[in-house]
């Protein structure tokens, strides 16, 4: 005698609470997936961008801090003088890289780059560099570095990242910082005042690994 089949199993139903854990497991999960993309796509960036608007503090040097690793790369100086005794008065701004850093030079001073200038192997390269002295005297204006007369325009920065060379910008509105980038790629040329497109990242000073208010009072 055979045995008589068995009923068909019919799907059993999950209960309301143990559905609602599900989806919100699986919500996380979703959620955990993009977060790590996201997390996944400052790796695949070749040039970070990071907006500013800094005044160059008087009489004091201010550092800056390139790829946000909290060393300063760089630092200025604004220098001002002014005597009523001799009718003199002078303002500078100047440039130096620590250590080994370097900035692209031309005619003995910080080079005056624009917007699509590459930055890169075979530029000429100066350390520290004056970008504009000028002032009034009793013989009248002066005037001298490449920055002279500049309204905007780029720094070239050629520095080191963990014994690699790499290479940067700066934008400035003297005695304005409004903007600096690095390459990610270490001995490849950047491009002055690229800030769009699918190989830009743009970060914000405030959510960087460093401090520019920090950096300010001295490298660290």
Not at 32 to 48: C, F, H, N, R, S
């Amino acid at each position: 005698m055979k045995p008589s089949p068995s009923p068909p199993r019919t799907p059993s139903r999950l209960s309301d609470s143990i559905r609602d854990q599900l989806n919100m497991y699986a919500l996380a999960a979703s959620a955990a997936g993009v977060g790590m993309l996201a997390l996944a796509q400052p790796a695949e960036a070749k040039i970070v961008y990071t907006p500013a608007h800094k005044w160059f503090p008087i009489n004091q040097w201010y550092c800056l801090d390139l790829n946000h690793d909290g060393k300063a790369d760089f630092k200025f100086y604004h220098g001002s003088f002014h005597s009523t005794a001799t009718f003199f008065s002078a303002h500078s701004l100047k440039v130096a890289g620590f250590a080994h850093n370097v900035i692209e030079g031309a005619h003995g001073s910080a080079a005056v780059l624009y917007r699509g200038a590459k930055v890169g192997p075979g530029n000429v390269w100066t350390n520290p560099a004056l970008m504009y002295r000028r002032g009034d005297a009793d013989s009248g204006t002066f005037s001298t570095g490449q920055w002279g007369h500049v309204a905007e325009a780029y720094l070239g920065f050629r520095f080191i990242i963990k014994g690699k060379v790499h290479y940067g910008w700066a934008r400035i509105y003297p005695p304005v910082l409004t903007g600096y980038a690095y390459e990610t790629i270490a001995n490849k040329a950047i491009i002055a005042g690229k800030t769009k497109g699918p190989d830009v990242m743009t970060v914000r000073p405030e959510t960087s690994h460093g401090s520019l208010g920090r950096l300010a009072l001295g490298r660290k």
